[in-house]
């Protein structure tokens, strides 16, 4: 007779729920699997389940399963998560990989930029502009998994904007937008205020198809912190000097510009790598 019982999973905040499927599908399919393979991975999950498995031994076994048994690019796309909570604890090299991913979306960008307001100065974390239209972007960046960006930091990022927009406005800059970006889920009563203030938030698999996730699969703008054949010293020297992709990476490697980080043998590894992680680099 079946067992009925669900798999009681363990999630990274402590709390139990009941094994789903339908969510190992939906993340498999984020990193572009096809078919057979996400319902091969799936059954390979199934049959290593056990009741109180932590959300990161999941992870694990899809992780292995899929870099012995995926095509390169959909085990790194699988793994971004990870590696973007591995850029940390700062959220410097956050900010620079949402500038880079907006760049590629066509938008002027500016990092860190110091602006002021009508009562305050503000340092924003990323500017972006595209047309007349400008966004003023508060990037909330977190490295340990399973916390959501909380009410406190939509409230925190609208006031900012506030602030700032009296002075554009006075300038003759009318079409000003804020703008939350999260590496994390954010609770409901988050959702709720941006859509009341008209606060545009991008989080990691939302809005549908555009979420963090989306954006970085689509312009191809993978962190260094997936690359295996190098140090952790050696990957925290490179975030720190703004090196926080494999593009930008690897143009440093072709450039000559971290000989002094990384020798010859690292950097054809790397530079191997990088291809196959995204093709458009072979």
Known sequence: ?????????????????PF?????????????LSKAITTQTVDYLKSHLRSGMTTSSIYDHVSTYLQKN?????????????????????????????????????FKTKVGVITQGKCVTHEIDV????????YFIECK????????????????????????????RQNGNNNNFPWLITNTKVTSEVITYC???????????????????????ASKLHPITQLQNISREKISILLNRGIVTCSRLKNAILNQDVNDVLNGDESSLILNTIAKICKEYE
């Open 1 to 17: 007779m079946q067992n009925l019982n669900p798999i009681a999973i363990v999630k990274a905040s402590g709390i139990e729920e």
């Open 20 to 32: 789903s499927e339908e969510k190992i599908n939906k993340s498999l399919a984020g990193s572009g």
């Open 70 to 106: 995926a095509p390169a690019e959909n085990y790194y796309n699988y793994s971004l998560k990870r590696a973007v909570m591995d850029m940390g604890p700062s959220g410097f090299a956050f900010e620079i990989l949402v500038s880079d991913i907006l760049k590629s979306g066509n």
């Open 127 to 134: 500017i972006a502009q595209k047309g007349a239209d400008k």
């Open 141 to 168: 960046y977190h490295n340990t998994p399973g916390y959501k960006t909380d009410i406190q930091v939509a409230l925190y990022s609208y006031a900012r904007f506030l602030d700032v927009d009296t002075v554009q």
């Open 195 to 217: 859509h009341c203030v008209n606060l545009k938030v991008t989080t990691w698999t939302e809005p549908e198809g555009q979420g963090l996730q989306d954006l970085i699969v």
